[in-house]
C-alpha cells in the first residue's frame, strides 16, 4: 500500500538508510581494523577519500609495515620476488588492502590481482604481445582510439588509484617497473583539443568512452570540461567514464563533493540533451562488494547516473560459475549492470591468470537464465590484434588440443581473422608437445588460419 508518509530525498544519502534484503546486506564491520596500522582508524577517517588516497600502499616497506606483527616474513620475499617481473606498480587502497583476508593471503582473490608473487608466475606464452589488442594500430591522435565505426576511446590519463597486474593497458598505465619502462602522462587538458577535434570531424562516432588510466583520478573541472565539450557535440549520443572506483575507492563518491558535483552537472547536462551519460566500473568478485559499495552507488543513484560493470575472468579470482553468479547477483542488487566478462588479454606476464576459451564459454552457457537477461553480462573476447569484442562462442573454429581459436569481425575489421591462444601450461599433454615442436606448431597454425579465412567468408 502507498505510505503517505514516503518522501524522495534530496539529500545526498551519505549513510546506508536503503533497506537491503538479507543476501545483498553486505559487509558493514569495521573490518579494516584487523590490519595493525588502522586498528585505531574510525570509519567517519575510513570513509575520506583523501584519508584513503594519503594512505594507500605503493611499496613493499609499507606493506610490512602496515601489516606489523601479522605480516609474514615468506609472503613478503614472494611478494618482493613478483615485483621483479611485475608490469605494473604496486597501488592499493586501504578499502582494498583490507578486503584481503591476511590469514590466507596465497589463496586470496583480492591479493592475485593487486599483488603478485614470484611463486605464481608461469613461462610467458611465446606470442603473448604488450599491445595485444593493437590500440596503437586504432590510435588516431595521441588521446584516441578508434577502432569500431559509430564509437571512440578516449585516453586522457594513464594514473590510476589503483594498479591491477593484469592490466590490458599495462605498457603505459602506472610508473615504469623492473621489466617494463614506460613515459606515462597525468591529465593535460591542452592535449586534449586535437582528440575532441578528430570527434567533431567524424560524426558517425557517437559514442565515447572516457577512460584511461582511470576517469576517477580526473580533477571536478576536467570531468565537467571533457563531459561537456563532448555531450555539446551534436553527433554524440552518449558517454561514459570509466573508473575502477566504485570497487576500490567507493568513499569518492560520497566524501568528495565537488567532484560529485562536477558529475552530477554532467548527468543533468546530459539529461537535458536527452543523451545518455553513465560510468562503466570494474568489478571481479563478489569479495569487493561491501556496505561501501552500497554506500556509493545509492549517492550515484541519486544524480541520476547509469553505472554498468566490466569483469575479467581471472583464473583463481572468479573462474567459476558460483563466484561469478554471486558477483553479478550482487552488482544488480545494487543497480550496477554486468556488462562484459573478458576473457583475459594475451598480454605478458599474466599466464597465471589466463584461463581457456572453454572455460568461458561453459561459464557463459551457465550464465545464461540464471539470472536477469539484462543483468547477464556478455561474455567477449577481444581478439588480439585490434578484432574487438567478439561473443566467446562465435569463434570461427576453435582447435583445444593446441588451444587456438579464430575470429573473424565483419563490423571492425572486415575480411580479417584474429587467432586467440590458450594458456599452454592449461593444455592435455598432447597440446604441449604440439607447442614444443616449432614446425609443427607452425603448420597447425597455418591450418587453421586458413579454414578460419574459408569459413569467413560464409558471414560477410
Ligand atoms: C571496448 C571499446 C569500445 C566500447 O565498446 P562497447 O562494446 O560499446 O562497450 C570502444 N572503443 C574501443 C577501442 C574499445 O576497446
Ligand atoms: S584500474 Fe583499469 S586501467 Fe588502471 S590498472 Fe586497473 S585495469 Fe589498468
Same mark, same amino acid.
Given at each position: ?6 518522501? @524522495?530525498?534530496n ?5 546506508c ?6 543476501p545483498y *546486506? ?11 596500522a +588502522?586498528? =585505531?582508524v574510525?570509519?567517519? $577517517?575510513?570513509g575520506?577519500?583523501? +584519508?584513503?588516497q594519503r ?14 606483527? @601479522? ?6 620475499? =614472494? ?5 621483479? *617481473? ?9 578499502y #582494498?588492502?583490507?578486503?584481503?583476508n591476511?590469514?590466507?593471503?596465497e589463496y ?16 610467458e606464452?611465446?606470442?603473448?604481445n =604488450?599491445?595485444?589488442?593493437d ?11 578508434h577502432? /569500431? ?10 594514473l590510476?588509484? #589503483? ?16 621489466v617494463?619502462s614506460?613515459?606515462? /602522462?597525468?591529465?593535460?587538458?591542452s ?6 577535434d578528430?570527434?567533431r ?6 559514442? #565515447? ?17 571533457i ?10 549520443? *552518449?558517454?561514459?567514464? $570509466? ?15 565537488? +567532484?560529485?558535483? $562536477? ?5 543533468? /547536462? ?30 550515484l543513484c541519486e544524480?541520476?547516473l ?25 552488482l544488480s ?26 572455460? $568461458? ?12 537477461g ?10 588480439p ?7 566467446i ?16 569481425s ?11 591462444? =590458450? ?5 592435455e ?5 604440439i +607447442? ?14 586458413s579454414?578460419?579465412?574459408d569459413?569467413?567468408?560464409a558471414?560477410?
Amino acid at each position: 500500500m502507498f505510505d503517505p508518509s514516503f518522501k @524522495i530525498s534530496n539529500e545526498p544519502q551519505s549513510h546506508c538508510s536503503i533497506s537491503l534484503p538479507e543476501p545483498y *546486506r553486505f559487509d558493514d564491520t569495521e573490518f579494516w581494523r584487523a590490519i595493525p596500522a +588502522w586498528r =585505531d582508524v574510525d570509519s567517519e $577517517a575510513f570513509g575520506e577519500f583523501r +584519508w584513503q588516497q594519503r594512505n594507500s600502499i605503493t611499496s613493499l616497506p609499507r606493506i610490512s609495515q602496515v601489516l606489523g606483527e @601479522i605480516a609474514n616474513p615468506s609472503l613478503l620475499s =614472494d611478494i618482493k620476488a613478483g615485483l621483479l *617481473r611485475a608490469r605494473m606498480n604496486i597501488r592499493l587502497t586501504p578499502y #582494498v588492502f583490507s578486503r584481503i583476508n591476511w590469514e590466507f593471503p596465497e589463496y586470496d582473490p583480492l591479493r592475485r590481482q593487486f599483488l603478485p608473487l614470484g611463486s605464481e608466475y608461469k613461462p610467458e606464452h611465446p606470442l603473448a604481445n =604488450d599491445d595485444s589488442l593493437d590500440e596503437e594500430g586504432s590510435k588516431v591522435r595521441p588521446h584516441l582510439v578508434h577502432r /569500431y565505426p559509430d564509437k571512440a576511446l578516449f585516453l586522457p590519463i594513464t594514473l590510476c588509484p #589503483v594498479y591491477c597486474s593484469f592490466c590490458t593497458r599495462s605498457r603505459v598505465v602506472g610508473g615504469s617497473t623492473a621489466v617494463k619502462s614506460k613515459s606515462t /602522462y597525468g591529465a593535460k587538458p591542452s592535449d586534449w583539443e586535437e582528440s575532441f577535434d578528430y570527434i567533431r570531424n567524424h560524426p558517425q562516432i557517437e559514442d #565515447v568512452v572516457i577512460s584511461g588510466g582511470d576517469a576517477l583520478l580526473l580533477r571536478a573541472k576536467h570531468i565537467r570540461l571533457i563531459g561537456k565539450t563532448l555531450l555539446d557535440i551534436p553527433s554524440i549520443r *552518449r558517454i561514459r567514464f $570509466a573508473t575502477k572506483g566504485v570497487a576500490i575507492m567507493p568513499m569518492k563518491f560520497t566524501s568528495d563533493g565537488e +567532484w560529485m558535483d $562536477a558529475l552530477a552537472e554532467v548527468a543533468t /547536462y546530459g539529461k537535458r540533451l536527452m543523451k545518455e551519460v553513465a560510468l562503466h566500473t570494474h568489478f571481479n568478485c563478489d569479495r569487493e562488494i561491501s556496505a561501501w559499495t552500497t554506500r556509493a552507488m545509492s549517492a550515484l543513484c541519486e544524480i541520476g547516473l547509469i553505472v554498468r560493470n566490466q569483469s575479467v575472468l581471472i583464473a583463481g579470482v572468479n573462474d567459476n560459475f558460483s563466484v561469478l553468479h554471486q558477483t553479478f547477483k550482487g552488482l544488480s542488487s545494487q543497480r550496477i549492470q554486468p556488462y562484459y566478462l573478458y576473457q583475459h588479454d594475451m598480454i605478458p606476464g599474466c599466464e597465471h591468470l589466463r584461463t581457456t576459451v572453454h572455460l $568461458a564459454k561453459s561459464l557463459s552457457m551457465k550464465l545464461q537464465g540464471s539470472m536477469t537477461g539484462f543483468n547477464t553480462p556478455r561474455v567477449v573476447c577481444d581478439a588480439p590484434g585490434g578484432g574487438g569484442k567478439r561473443e566467446i562462442s562465435s569463434h570461427l573454429l576453435y582447435d583445444r588440443e593446441i588451444g587456438v581459436s579464430a575470429w573473424s569481425s565483419p563490423a571492425a575489421k572486415p575480411g580479417k581473422t584474429f587467432l586467440y591462444y =590458450d594458456p599452454i601450461h592449461l593444455l592435455e599433454k598432447e597440446g604441449k608437445t604440439i +607447442w614444443n615442436n616449432p614446425t609443427e606448431i607452425k603448420s597447425r597454425v597455418a591450418s587453421i588460419k586458413s579454414k578460419a579465412l574459408d569459413r569467413a567468408s560464409a558471414f560477410v
